[in-house]
């Protein structure tokens, strides 16, 4: 008896999804539980397990687009299990079988061969993605195991060849890869083009003396990991400060929907993260009610969650206002585009140590440009600049984020 595994509804407004990975080959049996592959949506990647145990049929190809609810595999429950077959639940007995079946699979054509090589889960993974044969890496870890670095290193070696073509190159053209664009990709170059046609950016900019926080980190840092278990970030301050001037400002916590303007009562800040299929913005919920250890944990909870891919619609949605951090790249300055529908979006820079004015004198400070983009319909050039220099207050003396002054 054959069982289809079909693509599910991840979404009222995704129709489709590309296959992604394949973590399970042709004709391989799976137990039920076992993640078979991955698919990619404009919004997110999830993983696909198998509810039946059978012997795999894949039925479409790495890359290929398919529609909601279109089968993309076969499993056949006919098929007896082979002899060293475990099921998932059966694995905990075994912690080396268990890491095992949690190391991801090697591509389909060479499950069998890449399993025999020694190579980190990690580095399993990251081939995966890139298809690297770990067959044709060396590896440089203890023992000879291949490790992260090599397969990263053969990537870029991988990148360098010239890609193989039907079509002969003309005389004298240069190297270059082509590659289709991820949905994902599609999803952001077409949501960043429309938020410039649809509505009226500008964007005000200001500095910021970090000197009171990175004090403030510098004392508290050791005792705030040790009671909460993550360390004090600056995102957590820029959340609160933001919150901050968000209920100083109330206009910037709105939007446009067709001729009328939506004003929030709610505070949940989305924070922008690069990833390596392109940038997304989880939503942190209820900042103004929440406490900075309890905002940190949501920050390493996305970071770890966008790391491996397990990022979800919903933690995607409802956000009112976005922080990017371009600092962390080494950014100076820059325009961020806001992030429809909502109306304003705060960059954060590099800090880096100037000379400034303080008291008549000239003193070096650790200094840092802000930038905030806002849809000039709904917000105007004095609320945007009341808005910056409210969180600039905020950041410059932190101590009214605990008293509300």
């Known amino acids: 008896m054959s069982h289809e595994i079909k693509i599910p509804s991840?979404?009222?407004?995704?129709?489709?999804?590309?296959?992604?990975?394949w973590h399970k080959a042709e004709g391989e049996y799976v137990n039920s539980g076992e993640v078979i592959l991955t698919i990619e949506t404009d919004k997110i990647t999830t993983e696909?397990?198998?509810d039946r145990s059978g012997v795999l049929h894949q039925l479409a190809a790495v890359g290929d687009e398919?529609?909601?609810?279109a089968p993309v595999a076969r499993i056949d429950e006919s098929a007896a299990a082979p002899a060293d077959s475990v099921p998932v639940s059966a694995a905990v007995v075994s912690p080396a079988r268990n890491e095992a079946l949690a190391a991801p699979s090697a591509p389909s054509g060479s499950a069998s061969e890449s399993a025999a090589v020694k190579a980190t889960p990690v580095a399993r993974k990251v081939a995966e993605g890139e298809g690297i044969d770990l067959n044709r890496v060396?590896?440089?870890?203890?023992g000879g195991k291949i490790t992260k670095a090599d397969v990263l290193d053969a990537a870029s070696a991988k990148v360098t060849e010239p890609p193989t073509s039907a079509i002969a190159a003309p005389a004298g053209a240069k190297p270059t890869t082509r590659k289709k664009m991820s949905p994902l990709r599609r999803k952001i170059a077409t949501h960043l083009v429309n938020a410039q046609h649809e509505a009226a950016i500008?964007?005000?900019?200001?500095?910021?003396?970090?000197?009171?926080v990175m004090d403030l980190r510098?004392?508290?840092?050791d005792d705030f990991t040790a009671r909460n278990g993550v360390k004090l970030g600056f995102m957590s301050f820029f959340i609160k400060a933001v919150?901050?001037?968000?209920q100083s400002v109330p206009a910037v916590n709105g939007r446009i929907e067709g001729d009328e303007i939506v004003e929030n009562h709610f505070y949940d800040i989305g924070v922008a993260v690069g990833t390596e299929k392109g940038l997304i913005v989880p939503v942190i919920r209820e900042c103004d009610q929440k406490s900075f250890a309890q905002i940190e944990r949501d920050i390493v909870d996305y970071a770890t969650k966008a790391r491996d891919g397990k990022i979800g619609l919903p933690d995607l949605q409802g956000g009112v206002f976005t922080i990017t951090n371009g600092g962390i790249y080494g950014s100076l300055l820059s325009t961020p585009i806001i992030n429809p529908p909502q109306s304003g979006i705060l960059g954060m820079h590099s800090i880096q140590q100037r000379p400034v004015a303080v008291d008549g004198q000239v003193v070096i400070r650790p200094m840092m440009y802000l930038a905030l983009s806002y849809d000039h319909r709904l917000v105007d050039g004095k609320e945007a600049v009341t808005f910056l220099v409210r969180v600039k207050q905020c950041i410059e003396s932190p101590e009214r984020l605990l008293v509300g002054a």
């Not at 991840?10 to 990975?21: H, N, R, W, Y």
């Not at 398919?66 to 609810?69: D, E, F």
């Not at 919150?243 to 968000?246: D, F, N, T």
């Open 48 to 50: 696909l397990e198998a």
């Open 138 to 142: 060396s590896g440089t870890g203890t």
């Open 202 to 212: 500008l964007t005000t900019f200001n500095e910021v003396d970090m000197s009171a």
């Open 243 to 246: 919150v901050e001037a968000l």
């Open 218 to 221: 510098k004392r508290l840092q």
């Open 66 to 69: 398919l529609a909601i609810g």
């Open 10 to 21: 991840v979404g009222e407004s995704i129709t489709s999804a590309t296959l992604g990975a």
